[in-house]
Nanobody, 118 residues
Framework: QLQLVESGGGLVQPGGSLRLSCAAS????????LGWFRQAPGKEREGVSS???????YYTDSVKGRFTISRDNAKNTVYLQMNSLKPEDTAVYYC????????????WGQGTQVTVSS
């Protein structure tokens, strides 16, 4: 029932910034735990960041201090602000939703490409 659509990806030079958005439809996001994942060519999907329904945030070590996750329940949208981008951040980024912090992510967006290159 819940559908997620990512946007905001693109090509950026190292050190640049992008803001990804994930808009939801079908259900409201307020009770969901939301996450951002990424998958680079030839690599496994990895979790990047998450935010709980109470607003608690988590980040993988490689993006701490550079990325910020936020949510706007009124707009039914979750964001990922990415600063100081590195070539290793290049990947397809996906947003996902879980029914609670203890449940698996079962709703996924289609992904948006982020390319960091000079």
């Amino acid at each position: 029932q819940l559908q997620l659509v990512e946007s905001g990806g693109g090509l950026v030079q190292p050190g640049g910034s992008l803001r990804l958005s994930c808009a939801a439809s079908g259900l409201t996001l307020d009770v969901y735990t939301l996450g951002w994942f990424r998958q680079a060519p030839g690599k496994e999907r990895e979790g990047v960041s998450s935010i709980t329904s109470d607003g608690n945030t988590y980040y993988t070590d490689s993006v701490k201090g550079r990325f910020t996750i936020s949510r706007d329940n009124a707009k039914n949208t979750v964001y990922l602000q990415m600063n100081s981008l590195k070539p290793e951040d290049t990947a397809v980024y996906y947003c996902a939703a879980a029914e609670s912090i203890t449940r698996p992510y079962t709703y996924w967006g289609q992904g948006t490409q982020v390319t960091v290159s000079s």
